[in-house]
């Protein structure tokens, strides 16, 4: 089927997440306008269809939000992918945004790990703490049970520089879930 639907209720967070690895429907909000930006841009380049509806303590900041949105989207993925069998498995790209470059490469292994290589110019882009990017894509990262690399190699600007990761990500996600003939992409038989 490709799809799943996660709910997560915390004391901090409420958080749905409807995600379809074929396409469809986008739909973002968690209150954080640039995060909403961040993963519209991550549904599209990445073809697939997602509705986000998050409400968390933002009168704290946006820590808590950020994070269980990356931990909700991670198990949706890892639903959604099954098996993991008749997939790609890997996929890496490289998006240029205006004067930034981002890398994503992504392994669908079953062994979550993130390698995060970014100094952001700015510390805030809106209301989003631009350190959140790291946190989200750890937590998207370990629950979908993949794993990540992921580096900006220049840039100036830190909305083009997470914009680029986010799309870069997105693409690398892309090409790993793409539909092959093939069982499961491993030399052992499982992942």
């Known amino acids: ?6 709910k997560r209720k915390t004391k901090e ?10 396409g469809g429907e986008v739909s973002i909000s968690t209150g954080i306008g640039f995060f909403d930006h961040m993963l519209n841009a991550f ?23 950020v994070e269980d949105v990356g931990i909700v989207l991670g198990k949706a993925f890892a639903e959604a992918l099954g ?26 292994s079953g062994r979550p790990y993130l390698v995060f290589q970014a100094e952001f110019q700015q510390e805030r ?8 990017t790291e946190e989200f894509l ?12 992921t580096r900006i190699e220049y840039g100036k600007n830190a ?11 997105a693409h ?14 491993s030399t052992k038989g499982s992942l």
Do not use: Y
């Not at 089927?1 to 996660?6: E, K, L, P």
């Not at 890496?92 to 930034?100: G, H, I, L, R, Y």
């Open 83 to 108: 098996d993991k069998s008749g997939i790609a498995r890997f996929g890496t790209f490289f998006v240029p945004m205006d004067e930034a470059l981002a890398f994503a490469s992504v392994d669908i």
């Open 138 to 149: 750890r937590a998207f990262a370990v629950n979908a049970g993949i794993t990540l690399h």
């Open 43 to 65: 549904a599209v380049h990445g073809g697939f269809g997602l509705t986000v509806e998050a409400v968390g303590d933002l009168e704290v900041d946006g820590h808590h939000t």
């Open 1 to 6: 089927m490709r799809t799943s639907v996660q």
């Open 13 to 22: 967070t409420d958080i749905a997440v409807s995600l379809s690895l074929d």
């Open 125 to 132: 882009v809106g209301e989003f703490d631009t350190c959140l």
């Open 172 to 185: 690398a996600m892309r090409l790993a879930v793409a539909k092959t003939s093939a069982g499961v992409l």
């Open 159 to 169: 909305h083009h520089e997470i914009e680029g990761m986010f799309k870069a990500v």
